[in-house]
């Protein structure tokens, strides 16, 4: 697996590099300092995950993120930063980034870049826990004008609580074909990227 670091912190930046490497089957493929290095080197080595800072000179994390998603959809960017700020989960879920942890959480960052790596979405224990109280700010979204039906919500719900696609089938009574199915459809109907865009528009959109 190769790894861009990109973090404003030499020290930091050496530090993960030295992390990462003594773990078998990972590579580093390049240390960056600012967001305008994660856009060049991004484009450059194409890694297989972009473990970057969120609060960076002349170009924040964010920024680079939201350009390097524009050009490269299928990206898997993990923010590895110090600070839990409402706003900048808000602005990490929606523009796509695949997890969000904090440099505290030191024992978690390989497995984090590992799971990225293969798909899935991580957030810290920390992250987490603020989901709901930060997400759900809407008085609602009428999922019938999107021509939602239930069944098609009560799956949206159930990832929604961080189920797999197996763990659904077996809720809802239905094979994991079936309910890929559905959720294509569904995302394709709300216009949302993945599972974890799908989840977010969930709790930002629930009735109070």
Do not use: C, W
Request: hydrophobic letters at 40%; glycine letters at 6%; zero cysteines.
């Amino acid at each position: 697996m190769n790894v861009l670091i990109v973090d404003d912190d030499h020290i930091v930046s050496l530090s993960l590099k030295t992390i990462l490497e003594a773990k078998e089957g990972i590579h580093v493929v390049g240390v960056g300092n600012n967001g305008k290095d994660a856009i060049k080197m991004y484009e450059l080595f194409k890694p297989d995950v972009l473990l970057m800072d969120i609060r960076m000179d002349d170009m924040t994390g964010l920024e680079a993120a939201t350009k390097i998603l524009k050009t490269n959809k299928s990206a898997k960017i993990l923010f590895l930063t110090t600070f839990s700020d409402d706003e900048y989960i808000i602005q990490a879920l929606t523009i796509g980034a695949k997890g969000y942890i904090l440099k505290q959480d030191f024992d978690s960052i390989v497995p984090a870049i590992q799971a990225v790596e293969k798909g899935q979405s991580v957030f810290g224990g920390e992250i987490v826990s603020k989901l709901p109280s930060i997400l759900n700010t809407s008085s609602g979204f009428n999922y019938k004008s999107a021509n939602i039906s239930d069944k098609e919500l009560e799956i949206i719900a159930l990832v929604a609580d961080g189920l797999n696609n197996k763990e659904i089938s077996e809720k809802v009574f239905l094979s994991e074909g079936t309910i890929r199915n559905y959720l294509s459809n569904i995302l394709d109907k709300l216009k949302v990227r993945d599972r974890t865009q799908l989840a977010i528009f969930y709790l930002r959109n629930r009735q109070k």
